[in-house]
Structure formats: structure tokens, C-alpha cells
């Protein structure tokens, strides 16, 4: 069978070009990710894609998918792996969920209860980062960011205006605004840009509309992680 490879043992097809997250994806199948949307370029950097190949470990986002190759997704210790991931970016940031309006919409709270996380399991970093108010529809909250660039990458890519990016290295990477200030009113944003409407969590909200779908009804109270986050493109 030409341009087929198996994840956990079954027979996936593909076409020339797509990664294994492409081909997954168009079948139906979860592999847990953050830092992925479709439409957009991967990026490979929240690593909870990372897959077993062949018996090596590689990103289902990045790696080309190629005929007969032997995927191993969703296993307990990949899962473990994952979940020790989100528990770090959780301890990373400053994430208190019952405040914030991004819970029950947020996709690193739902990766948290699709792995069972019941806490965080490292000492908390609690680290000092800026909030930037200053846009009059949208809002910026760095205590919640995960550094997954989505936005960056939307901003570049799908509304060309280069709004966002990452500076800094390791443990002092942090988002920073492309203004002379470095103020989000500064730019021009809009509430209706992609880049404003990406956020997988609570960082990049849209001011006047927090609670406007009450909490029980929201995307992840409705569906699981693994049932809302298959197939769905950028729009
Ligand atoms: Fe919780 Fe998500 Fe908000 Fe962080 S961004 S506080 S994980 S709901
Ligand atoms: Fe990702 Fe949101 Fe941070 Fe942008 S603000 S890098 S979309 S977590």
C-alpha cells in the first residue's frame, strides 16, 4: 500500500508533503499538541506532539510522514512525558484558573485534564511578567503565556502585520510587542486579527468579552481535548 504509515497500529493514508500531525489529523486521530494549528508554519516547540518513530523519539508536527513508517502515539509513557510537560508550563507561568476567563476554553487546562494532572508537581516559578492594557479591545496577560508563538506566527503569516514576537533565550524568553513602546495600543492590532483570536490560553483576550458563554458551557465543558482540537484550521 503506497503513502500509508501506521499510527498505534493502524493503517493511515497520506499525501506527498503532509507530516505525520497532517496525516493524523485528516484521519481523526489525537496527537496531543499546543503549539500546532493547521494553515500555519509548525513550529515543533511545545514537544507534547513528540512521538516514537521507528523507535526515536520526533515531533508529529515537523517530521515529513513517509510510507510504512510505524507511529507509536498514544502510549502511557509518551502520555507520562506529556504530562510532566504540561505540569511545567503550568509551574512556568502563573496560572490560576478559577480568575481566569479563559477556563473552560483554555487548551493547556484541557491537556491538564485529559493527562489527569491533579497539580502542578513543581515547585511553582511564580515569575514576574508584564500586563499590557493599553489596546482599547484587546488585552495582554504574560503571566499565562506558554510561548508558543501561535500568535507570532499568526500575526506574520495569515494578517502580515508582525504584531508579536519572542525575545530572550531559555528560561528569559518572553513575548514582546513590535512597537517603539512596546505597548499593544501602539499597534495595530485589531480584535478581529487572527493573531488576537489564536491564543490557546488565557494570554491574548479580547476585552468585553470574558463571560459571555457561561462556565459549564464552554468548548472543553462540551468536549474533550482530543474531540474539539481534531481537524480544526485556522479561520
Ligand atoms: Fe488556567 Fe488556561 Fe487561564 Fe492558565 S490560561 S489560568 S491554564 S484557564
Ligand atoms: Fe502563544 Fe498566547 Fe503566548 Fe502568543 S500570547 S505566544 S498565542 S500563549
Same mark, same amino acid.
Given at each position: 500500500?503506497?503513502? #500509508? ?13 503532509? #507530516? ?28 507534547? /506532539? ?5 523507535? %526515536?523519539?520526533?515531533?508529529? /508536527? ?12 498514544? #502510549? ?5 512525558? %506529556? ?22 476554553? /483554555? ?45 507570532? %506566527? ?6 502580515? @502585520? ?20 512596546? @505597548? ?22 479580547? @476585552? ?10 464552554? #468548548? ?16
Amino acid at each position: 500500500m503506497n503513502n #500509508t504509515l501506521f499510527i498505534d497500529g493502524q493503517a493511515v493514508p497520506f499525501e506527498a508533503g503532509q #507530516t505525520i500531525m497532517d496525516a493524523a489529523l485528516a484521519a481523526g486521530i489525537y496527537i496531543p499538541h499546543l503549539c500546532h494549528k493547521p494553515g500555519l508554519t509548525p513550529h515543533g516547540s511545545c514537544k507534547l /506532539c513528540t512521538v516514537e518513530v521507528d523507535g %526515536r523519539s520526533a515531533s508529529a /508536527c515537523t517530521l515529513p510522514a513517509s510510507n510504512g513508517m510505524q507511529v507509536a502515539n498514544n #502510549t502511557a509513557a509518551l502520555n507520562e512525558v %506529556r504530562k510532566t510537560l504540561t505540569q511545567m508550563l503550568f509551574v512556568e507561568g502563573n496560572h490560576l484558573c478559577p480568575t481566569c476567563s479563559k477556563t473552560g476554553d /483554555c487548551t493547556l487546562q484541557a491537556l491538564g485534564y485529559h493527562f489527569g494532572m491533579l497539580d502542578g508537581h513543581f515547585p511553582p516559578f511564580y515569575p514576574r511578567r508584564e500586563v499590557d492594557a493599553s489596546h482599547p479591545t484587546v488585552m495582554l496577560d504574560r503571566d499565562r503565556c506558554i510561548l508558543c508563538e501561535l500568535c507570532v %506566527r499568526a500575526s506574520r503569516e495569515v494578517d502580515g @502585520k508582525n504584531v508579536f514576537a519572542i525575545s530572550g533565550r531559555g528560561a528569559q524568553s518572553h513575548l514582546i510587542v513590535n512597537t517603539a513602546s512596546g @505597548k499593544l495600543g501602539d499597534s495595530d492590532l485589531q480584535a478581529e486579527d487572527l493573531a488576537a483570536r489564536i491564543c490557546p490560553v488565557g494570554a491574548i483576550l479580547s @476585552k468585553g468579552h470574558g463571560y459571555e458563554v457561561p462556565i459549564g458551557l464552554r #468548548t472543553f465543558d462540551r468536549h474533550s481535548v482530543a474531540e474539539s482540537d481534531v481537524a480544526t484550521p485556522i479561520t
